[in-house]
Every structure is written in C-alpha cells, then in structure tokens.
C-alpha cells in the first residue's frame, strides 16, 4: 500500500500560478502510475494529469499547456504546477495511485486505488 499527503494549495487570483506536491509513503513509490484529480462544488471528481513509472504523461483537455505534472522518485513527491490558473479550476484537488500498468494511462477515478485527503485550490477572477 501507499498513503498520500497532498500540500501546496490556496487562495489566487486568475492568471497566477500553484505548485501542489504530494508526498507518497509505504510501498516502493516507483511502482505506481501517479495521478492528479480535481472535484468542484457538486461535480463529479475529473481526472487532470497522471504520470507513469517510466515517466509518461497524460492531460485532460481542460489543463493542457497550463498545468505539467512531474515527481522526483527520490524523494518520493508527486508535484502539480498550475500556470495561467482561472476561476473554473477552482476545486478540491487530489492525488492518487494506481498499480495499473495500461497505455493510455488512465484519468478515470475508478482506476485508482490509493487517495490522499486533498488540497483546497481556489481562483478568483
């Protein structure tokens, strides 16, 4: 197993800029496909970026060229930069893990099996 304590998030004004991390516990972080969720005030949590073991990378549409997902395996921390940030990206943030091993890697909350307990991010306009 592997347990997840996200951090780095808060208050900003449109067109700022966020760097969440997230720092992962227990079993080899390496193992795993890493994700970044997102869950706004009564939707449906979305998935935003993951990364793979060898370092691949998958966007949602709606953050594509504005958010880059990124993790440095010896410390064990996943990392979210959030450039160009608007009041639709406001949400409780989240990081996940997976065992899973498919290309695409997947966005869908359902493939996930670890969660930490997440990140308040709000924009402002």
């Known amino acids: 197993q592997v347990q997840l304590v996200e951090s780095g998030g808060g208050s900003v004004q449109a067109g700022g800029s966020l760097r969440l991390s997230c720092a992962a516990s227990?079993?080899?972080?390496?193992?795993?496909?890493m994700g970044w969720f997102r869950q706004a005030a009564g939707k449906e949590r979305e998935g935003v970026a993951v990364?793979?073991?060898?370092?691949?990378?998958r966007y949602a549409d709606s953050v594509k060229g504005r958010f880059t997902i990124s993790k440095d395996n010896a410390k064990n921390t996943l990392y979210l930069q959030m450039n160009s940030l608007k009041p639709e990206d406001t949400a409780m943030y989240y990081c996940?893990?997976?065992?899973?091993?498919?290309?695409?890697?997947?966005?869908?909350?359902?493939?996930?099996?670890?969660w930490g307990q997440g990140t308040q991010v709000t924009v402002s306009s």
């Open positions: 996940a893990a997976t065992s899973s091993k498919l290309w695409p890697a997947p966005l869908s909350r359902n493939s996930y099996s670890y």
């Open positions: 227990g079993s080899p972080y390496s193992n795993y496909y």
């Open positions: 990364i793979t073991n060898d370092g691949s990378r």
